[in-house]
């Protein structure tokens, strides 16, 4: 033993893997010792040229955007790399044979320890191809059913297993006894689509309902007790007020709009989701748009209806949305359908009280006599009264039979990058101070556990067993065979071992804070993290300031800085698989992996991003954060990385989407991992996270005259729970084209094709896809043009009043910075935006699109909104051009994760003062990131408003203040996507070019 005099100590040499343990104040770096000798204002402007190309017929955008199959790896068609996992139990899907692999009892694990998924390593792997029934499957039974998807046929002589049991599946739950088996010769293996039973109906107790087929029962809410089993009262949707209603909305919604004449059609109100056409009952029910949402609200009873219209179908879900109110239940009883595993909601009918019919596959089913106990009132009667049938988003607390062992604990890895350029940009200050605040509000309970990887070119891991004095570092040089030292001390209880942590927090960025090394090795530090969180599970954050350029997994620059105007934008795919396939390893082991990027050089993000997508993590990019020269990326990352550590958390989770029979979903897009046809592995699911479907309709939907779709998201929360929420929406089926036009949701087909888009362009070519996105236009308005007489189309551009934005829309997202061409992009820059369309939810990704815009200069009270007893002023919105810009005026610009107050240069001096604490516009100054606090009504107005637009939000967007004669006005100016550019056109030239290629 000896004694460093920078107070490090206790040089220990182990043999069997020849790594150096360090403890002390970790005042300095240690020296390490190798494991193997080998370790290493726009003014005039040219008159433009724009390049879109009509490679294709009218039906172009399902050849351009593909929506007819899967883009990706991610895609619905793509079988699971993973062997061993059989997901598809899990959540109650279709289920495949599991012949040969035999499971313990429960409660009962090989060895002592409870097993860490569902099948071990080495146990058969789900097959690829068609699957179809076994010997051992059930027989038949004279007259019954086959045995549909999701649902088990029990032994003979055995009780058959409650409507509210689910099969189970991988994570946390647990396996039926009994193997499951599908229809002989079914084929399981078909992309997206769910299978249902044949009939409409099944016989119960030995008496047919008179009901037929497919015909919806009373809606929920009827006086079941006054209703005779058997008698079933027509839908509400064929009565008299709910056809006038419809006839209301074709005038109002489907009438043909010239956009040549009506230019400014953007609201000065934020636009409201169109309301699907339904009975009043229905209607109250109505999930909440920001949750779950459809292209359309009128579903089209064919596919060649649907092709007619040329809109995209799909649905847009935010499922893990923070909610203010939200009904969670938990009851020994989860009623579900048998057939297709359907949770009940407010959208099914009842035949009488005993049984319900499904509103997806319509199958009947018996009605649990615990289901008709109202806990609100604790007394039995009307099955209507449970809160299940009143609200279409709820949250149960699953009971015990979900579970194959113990929920998993909330676990917490962090891997450092402290090389030099993350030490000169002041990143690990930040890091550590936000996490010494906020250690509390972690996301737990007493199991929760903690745990540190720093890294350069070597890797370091740090033990915090309780019991110790002070944190121990211990360095690893080998990094091309990473192994762990001390497995088991390098996650540690919080609770326990707060103080060491603290202390570890407290002696970080002195610690590093002469490093001179500029390599990184982020690849051996997943590897590291894999087997340190493998047996548990967890979320593992990255901070990477640089491009990882040694070890596995090391990059090289692929960007050439004189191609960012390029019209033939490269490189936008990864450069390797090994983040691809170290998420997918992660996914496996219930790890999530976040990615927070600070590079101000290029770092590789579409490679790198790869950790994140396929882990259902989460990526962030600050590009040249400094806390001195870049103090507006650092407040950023402050607040965002707050934000990111105290918000809630579910771990192990899984998300299946289930629709009305007829319909298929084909694609899906967002950060996750297909694990079979329809279930998306999410490890780690996020409040922040947005999730697109597309779909198709495979018959025709005439059973009934609603369609429903039901998310549920089964998962672990921080404190243990297993719980399962669920959201259900209900859409009118019509046959018209017209209601079609009019219940389209530009927005949402916005969300949608943007996703769509950044597929394209990752499989195809920039081009192509911008093509794709001017071709959506094109074809419906071809489309709706064939529907008017040709007298009224004659020197117009019509467009039904529904889809009136939609064109503004699209040339917008031309214009965004994932998209454009002929503009210096950064390709981080470009890459990271395309991520954004892919993972966040819609309300975000339209700010994304088309920033919010607004007069702040003469803020009134009238029409004001009061929230929480603050009056919030309530300015109209203004279009994005320049010639809704006054020369005395300021304006509020909000991009989604930025703000910009843009002062003009005529600006009064009252508003100078009173605003700014400025005596006039000279004196602005643009380093200023909040407005002060200053004690007049001007200055509350300006500050209420803002800080209402950003409670609303879950990201942070910091204030940037920019005069009018600024260089960074570019960064205000560039967002005004109606004004034309040397590289773009105005938005009327666009409708100009779009009536030419529809006359065409």
Same mark, same amino acid.
């Given at each position: 033993m000896f004694?460093?005099h920078i107070?490090i100590?206790?040089h220990v ?6 790594l ?6 970790l ?9 193997s000798p080998?370790?290493s204002?726009?003014?005039?402007l040219?008159?433009?040229t724009?390049e879109f ?9 399902d ?9 990706s790896?991610r895609?619905s ?8 996992l059989?997901?598809d ?5 279709t289920?495949f044979s599991?012949t040969?692999?035999?499971?313990p009892?429960?409660g009962?694990?090989p060895?002592?320890? *409870?097993p860490h998924m569902?099948? =071990? &390593?080495g @146990?058969?792997?789900p097959?690829s $191809?068609? /699957?179809h029934?076994?010997s051992?499957?059930m027989p038949?039974?004279p007259?019954s059913m086959?045995?549909p998807?999701?649902s088990m046929?029990p032994p *003979?002589g055995?009780?058959p297993p =409650? &409507?509210? @049991?689910m099969p189970?599946?991988? $994570?946390n /739950?647990?396996l ?6 599908g ?6 293996n078909?992309?997206?689509r769910?299978q249902?039973p044949?009939q ?6 030995g008496q ?5 087929p497919?015909?919806?029962g009373?809606t929920v809410g009827?006086n079941?007790p006054?209703?005779?089993p058997?008698?079933i009262?027509?839908p509400?949707m064929n009565?008299?007020?709910a056809?006038?209603g ?20 953007l609201?000065?109100?934020?636009i409201e989701p169109p309301k ?6 229905n209607?109250k029910?109505?999930v909440?748009?920001?949750l779950?949402r ?5 579903i089209?009873?064919?596919q ?7 809109l995209?179908?799909g649905i847009?879900?935010?499922p893990?949305?923070?909610l203010?109110h ?5 009851s020994?009883?989860i009623?579900?359908?048998r ?6 909601n ?9 049984r ?11 009605l649990q006599?615990?289901?008709t106990?109202?806990?609100?009132t ?5 099955p209507s009264?449970?809160?299940e049938?009143?609200?279409s ?13 113990p ?10 990058d ?7 940009s002041?990143?690990?200050p930040?890091?550590?101070?936000v996490?010494?605040?906020e ?6 309970d007493?199991?929760t556990?903690?745990?540190f ?6 890797l370091?891991?740090?033990?915090m067993?309780?019991?110790?004095t002070r ?6 040089s080998?990094?091309d065979?990473v192994?762990?030292?001390l497995?088991?001390?390098?996650l540690v209880n919080?609770?326990?071992s707060?103080?060491l ?5 407290n002696?970080?960025p ?14 051996p ?5 894999y087997?340190?969180l493998?047996?548990?599970g967890g979320?593992?954050?990255?901070i ?14 692929r960007?050439d ?7 033939n ?5 990864p ?6 396939k ?8 219930q ?7 600070f ?5 590789d993000?579409a490679t ?14 600050f ?6 020269a870049n103090p507006?990326?650092?407040?950023r990352?402050e607040?965002?990385?707050r934000?990111?550590?105290?918000r809630?958390i579910?771990f ?5 989407i ?13 950060n ?5 046809t329809?279930?998306l ?8 996270a947005?999730y697109?479907m597309?779909?198709?309709?495979e ?10 779709f039901q998310?549920?998201?089964l998962y672990t929360s921080?404190?243990g729970?297993r719980r ?6 209900c ?9 079609i036009y ?10 949608l094709?943007s996703?769509?888009?950044?597929d394209?362009?990752q ?5 192509d896809?911008?093509?794709a996105?001017v071709n959506v236009c094109?074809?419906s308005m071809?489309?709706f043009?064939e529907?008017?007489?040709s007298?009224?189309?004659?020197g117009?551009?019509?467009i039904p ?7 503004l829309?699209t040339l917008a997202?031309?214009k965004?910075i994932?998209?454009?061409l002929?503009s210096?992009?950064k390709?981080?820059?470009r ?8 993972s966040?939810?819609?309300s975000?990704?339209?700010l ?6 607004y007069a702040?200069?003469?803020?009134a009270?009238e ?32 991009t ?10 005529a ?17 602005i ?7 002060p606090v ?5 200055s509350e107005?300006?500050r209420?408003f803002?800080?209402?637009?950003l409670?609303k939000?879950?990201v ?6 920019i ?8 960064l205000f100016?560039?967002h005004l ?5 040397e ?7 666009y409708?100009?070019h779009?009536?030419?290629e529809?006359?065409s």
């Amino acid at each position: 033993m000896f004694l460093f005099h920078i107070n490090i100590y206790l040089h220990v040499t182990l043999t069997s893997h020849k790594l150096t343990q360090f403890s002390g104040y970790l005042h300095a770096p240690p020296p390490t010792l190798n494991r193997s000798p080998s370790a290493s204002s726009l003014g005039s402007l040219p008159v433009p040229t724009y390049e879109f190309h009509r490679s294709m017929s009218a039906s172009s955008m399902d050849g351009l955007l593909d929506i007819t199959g899967p883009s990706s790896a991610r895609s619905s068609a793509a079988p699971s790399p993973i062997p061993g996992l059989r997901y598809d139990y899990l959540e109650g899907g279709t289920p495949f044979s599991s012949t040969g692999v035999q499971q313990p009892p429960r409660g009962q694990y090989p060895g002592g320890m *409870p097993p860490h998924m569902v099948a =071990p &390593p080495g @146990s058969i792997p789900p097959p690829s $191809g068609p /699957m179809h029934s076994t010997s051992n499957a059930m027989p038949q039974l004279p007259g019954s059913m086959p045995p549909p998807p999701g649902s088990m046929r029990p032994p *003979p002589g055995s009780m058959p297993p =409650p &409507p509210g @049991s689910m099969p189970q599946g991988a $994570g946390n /739950m647990a396996l039926p006894t009994s193997q499951m088996q599908g229809p002989p010769g079914q084929n399981m293996n078909v992309a997206g689509r769910r299978q249902y039973p044949n009939q409409s109906y099944q016989q119960v107790g030995g008496q047919m309902p008179t009901q037929p087929p497919g015909t919806m029962g009373p809606t929920v809410g009827t006086n079941l007790p006054n209703n005779q089993p058997g008698h079933i009262p027509q839908p509400m949707m064929n009565n008299l007020a709910a056809g006038v209603g419809k006839m209301n909305m074709q005038q109002s919604e489907a009438r043909p709009l010239n956009l040549l004449q009506e230019r400014h059609i953007l609201p000065k109100t934020p636009i409201e989701p169109p309301k699907p056409k339904l009975s009043s009952e229905n209607q109250k029910s109505q999930v909440n748009p920001d949750l779950f949402r459809c292209t359309l609200t009128s579903i089209p009873q064919t596919q060649s209806l649907l092709q007619k219209s040329k809109l995209p179908l799909g649905i847009l879900i935010h499922p893990y949305k923070d909610l203010s109110h939200l009904p969670v239940i938990q009851s020994s009883v989860i009623v579900r359908c048998r057939s297709c595993r359907t949770y009940i909601n407010p959208f099914v009918s009842f035949i009488d009280q005993r049984r319900w019919r499904c509103n997806l596959c319509f199958r009947v089913n018996d009605l649990q006599e615990e289901f008709t106990f109202d806990p609100v009132t604790r007394t039995y009667g009307d099955p209507s009264r449970r809160p299940e049938i009143r609200s279409s988003t709820i949250e149960f607390i699953a009971p015990s039979e979900y579970m194959l062992r113990p929920p998993q604990p909330a676990v917490y890895l962090f891997l450092l990058d402290v090389s030099f350029s993350s030490v000169q940009s002041g990143i690990l200050p930040i890091f550590c101070q936000v996490l010494l605040e906020e250690l509390d509000r972690l996301p737990g309970d007493t199991r929760t556990k903690i745990g540190f990887i720093t890294y350069d070119n070597t890797l370091h891991f740090y033990n915090m067993q309780e019991g110790a004095t002070r944190p121990q570092m211990m360095v690893i040089s080998d990094i091309d065979d990473v192994f762990l030292p001390l497995p088991g001390d390098l996650l540690v209880n919080l609770n326990e071992s707060k103080e060491l942590v603290q202390d570890l927090l407290n002696q970080l960025p002195s610690l590093f804070e002469n490093n001179k090394e500029t390599r990184t090795a982020l690849g051996p530090a997943l590897q590291a993290a894999y087997k340190l969180l493998s047996p548990t599970g967890g979320r593992v954050t990255v901070i990477q300031s640089s491009l990882p350029t040694t070890g596995p997994g090391s990059l090289k620059s692929r960007e050439d800085p004189n191609q960012r105007s390029s019209k033939n934008v490269a490189n936008l795919g990864p450069a390797t698989d090994f983040y691809k396939k170290m998420a997918l390893d992660f996914s496996a082991q219930q790890i999530g992996a976040d990615l927070f990027l600070f590079s101000s050089q290029y770092a590789d993000l579409a490679t790198l991003a790869g950790m994140a997508k396929f882990s259902a993590g989460s990526v962030y990019h600050f590009p040249g954060l400094h806390t001195n020269a870049n103090p507006l990326q650092a407040d950023r990352f402050e607040k965002d990385f707050r934000r990111y550590l105290t918000r809630k958390i579910g771990f192990e989770a899984v998300m299946r989407i289930r629709c009305t029979k007829g319909l298929a979903l084909h694609t899906f897009h967002g950060n996750f991992f297909v694990r079979s046809t329809d279930l998306l592995s999410l490890p780690n699911v996020s409040p922040d996270a947005g999730y697109a479907m597309q779909m198709s309709i495979e018959d025709t939907l005439n059973d009934s005259q609603t369609a429903c779709f039901q998310a549920a998201l089964l998962y672990t929360s921080s404190k243990g729970e297993r719980r399962i929420r669920v959201h259900t929406m209900c859409l009118p089926i019509t046959g018209q084209l017209s209601e079609i036009y009019a219940g389209a949701d530009s927005q949402a087909i916005i969300g949608l094709l943007s996703r769509m888009a950044v597929d394209k362009c990752q499989s195809s070519s920039m081009q192509d896809s911008r093509d794709a996105i001017v071709n959506v236009c094109i074809d419906s308005m071809t489309a709706f043009k064939e529907t008017l007489p040709s007298s009224q189309t004659i020197g117009t551009l019509s467009i039904p009043y529904s889809l009136r934005l939609l064109p503004l829309y699209t040339l917008a997202l031309l214009k965004n910075i994932a998209f454009r061409l002929g503009s210096s992009t950064k390709l981080d820059d470009r890459v990271f935006a395309m991520e954004m369309f892919k993972s966040q939810p819609l309300s975000l990704i339209m700010l994304q699109v088309y920033p919010s815009l607004y007069a702040v200069h003469n803020l009134a009270d009238e029409g004001s909104l009061s929230e929480k007893d603050v009056d919030v002023p309530q300015p109209p919105l203004l279009g994005l051009s320049s010639e809704y810009l006054s020369r005395n005026g300021a304006f509020l610009m909000d991009t989604g994760d930025m703000m910009f107050l843009f002062v003009q240069a005529a600006i009064s001096p009252q508003f100078c003062q009173d605003i700014l604490d400025c005596p006039d516009y000279s004196s602005i100054s643009e380093s200023m990131m909040e407005l002060p606090v200053l004690e007049n009504p001007a200055s509350e107005r300006l500050r209420n408003f803002i800080g209402w637009l950003l409670g609303k939000r879950t990201v942070h967007a910091p204030l940037q203040i920019i005069r009018e004669n600024s260089p960074k006005r570019i960064l205000f100016l560039q967002h005004l996507v109606e004004d034309r550019t040397e590289s773009s056109m105005s938005y009327y030239e666009y409708l100009q070019h779009l009536q030419k290629e529809v006359k065409s």
